[in-house]
């Protein structure tokens, strides 16, 4: 079960490639910065995954304008995270949980999907500047996107 509004949020440094190599993206960057919408997504190169990143890239400045960094998660190696960003024109920095502690963490591992192993279900958090769980959502399936107008109005309501 996902970590529930007004938990700590758990910190993590993950494995991010991009094109000066592999970088490290971490949580508590963002605290006292900026708020963090946090996307788990089962796998690149998989059709809902592709369009919930695609779609979530199409309106980052609307987040931006909001004050808030959108970072996905998956259980993916960095190299394909980046091979999929790149394919798909994927514009959110993309983190791999590769080890699975990260969604093990955020209580979003599920341990098994259709018969390829434990990967993350498909979830999103809002973390604040203080890093505090300002929303959590874990969709029933991994086929449901989360609800983006109530993460667009829960972030508003943050300053």
């Known amino acids: 079960m996902a970590i529930s509004v007004g938990s700590k949020a758990p910190d993590f440094t993950l494995k991010s490639k991009t094109a000066a190599?592999?970088?490290?993206?971490?949580?508590?960057?963002?605290?006292d910065k900026k708020n963090t919408v946090l996307l788990f997504f089962p796998l690149a190169f998989t059709s809902v995954c592709?369009?919930?990143m695609c779609d979530v890239t199409a309106?980052?400045?609307?987040?931006?304008g909001m004050n808030a960094d959108v970072i996905g998660v998956s259980v993916d190696s960095p190299f394909a995270?980046?091979?999929?960003a790149q394919k798909e024109k994927i514009g959110?920095?993309?983190?791999?949980?590769?080890?699975k502690k990260t969604a093990e963490a955020?209580?979003?591992?599920l341990p098994d999907l259709i018969g390829l192993g434990s990967v993350s279900a498909r979830a999103a958090f809002i973390i604040d500047k203080g890093g505090v769980v300002q929303?959590?959502?874990?969709?029933?399936?991994?086929?449901?996107l989360p609800n983006f107008n109530v993460i667009k109005e829960t972030l508003a309501k943050l300053k």
Do not use: C, H, M
């Open 21 to 31: 190599g592999l970088v490290d993206v971490k949580l508590s960057e963002n605290f």
């Open 50 to 52: 592709t369009q919930e």
């Open 59 to 64: 309106g980052l400045n609307a987040f931006s």
């Open 81 to 84: 995270q980046e091979a999929w």
């Open 92 to 99: 959110i920095r993309l983190a791999s949980d590769l080890n």
């Open 106 to 109: 955020y209580g979003t591992l």
């Open 135 to 144: 929303y959590s959502e874990q969709t029933p399936t991994p086929k449901e």
